[in-house]
């Protein structure tokens, strides 16, 4: 397998445009995580899935955050707008059951 | 929630050195604790992880101890080497029921 994959690597963008980020799960995987890492907090979990459906959002640090997994084998992470404090690497993780967590490369963006 | 603190945040060793990293918990409900390497530009791996039942893993020159009294538990690596250089990432969860919460990581140096 190709592991988790995400997109796009890098970003670069002015405040208040819009930011989609892109995961792909190990196929078969039936959790799928959304983290954040930052010097200063480290890795956040922002939401996570169970079967295509949200389980548990209360990480996500405001409205102007939002994630879809509308198949197994796709989620997106919006930012709308998007601020310089979001900058930061965002991680996207699967895992069969709540097992071993398998981390995509992350993206890293950043908010001028 | 569950509440994990990581020590030290950098650690420089001399290479064939020991290193140690240390986790403390707060929810005395979890029981699963992994340890995961970041290398750089990539996402998190896991290299070890131990369970309640259990006080002490080992695999090769990495071991984990876990004082489920004191709820703390800490990463051994012995004989380390260049490509130990990596951020660490101690966490905790209830297996089945919660996901990961982290550490904020341990950046380890190993000097040749």
């Known amino acids: 397998d190709a592991g988790v994959i995400q997109s796009p690597r890098h970003e670069v963008t002015e405040m208040g445009q819009e930011v989609t980020l892109r995961c792909k799960p190990i196929?078969?995987?039936?959790?799928l995580f959304w983290y954040r890492q930052t010097m200063m907090r480290g890795l956040e979990l922002l939401i996570y899935?169970?079967?295509?459906?949200?389980?548990?959002d209360s990480g996500m640090p405001e409205d102007r955050f939002s994630a879809k997994m509308p198949n197994a084998s796709f989620s997106t992470l919006k930012i709308q707008p998007s601020e310089p404090r979001d900058s930061a690497v965002y991680f996207c993780a699967s895992s069969l059951g709540p097992g071993e967590l398998f981390f995509g490369e992350g993206s890293r963006l950043t908010v001028l | 929630g569950e509440n994990v603190e990581q020590h030290p945040s950098t650690l420089s060793v001399q290479e064939g050195d020991s290193a140690v990293i240390k986790c403390t918990y707060s929810d005395s409900a979890s029981n699963y604790f992994p340890w995961y390497k970041q290398e750089l530009g990539k996402g998190p791996q896991l290299i070890i992880d131990?369970?309640?039942?259990?006080g002490e893993k080992k695999d090769q020159r990495i071991a984990v101890t876990l004082n489920k009294t004191a709820k703390h538990f800490s990463l051994h690596i012995t004989e380390t080497q260049p490509e130990d250089s990596a951020v660490y990432f101690c966490?905790?969860?209830?297996?089945?029921?919660?996901?990961?919460?982290f550490g904020k990581g341990t950046r380890l140096s190993v000097i040749a």
């Open positions: 899935f169970n079967n295509n459906v949200p389980i548990d």
């Open positions: 131990i369970r309640s039942n259990v």
């Open positions: 966490a905790a969860s209830i297996t089945g029921n919660t996901p990961l919460v």
């Open positions: 196929s078969g995987h039936d959790y």
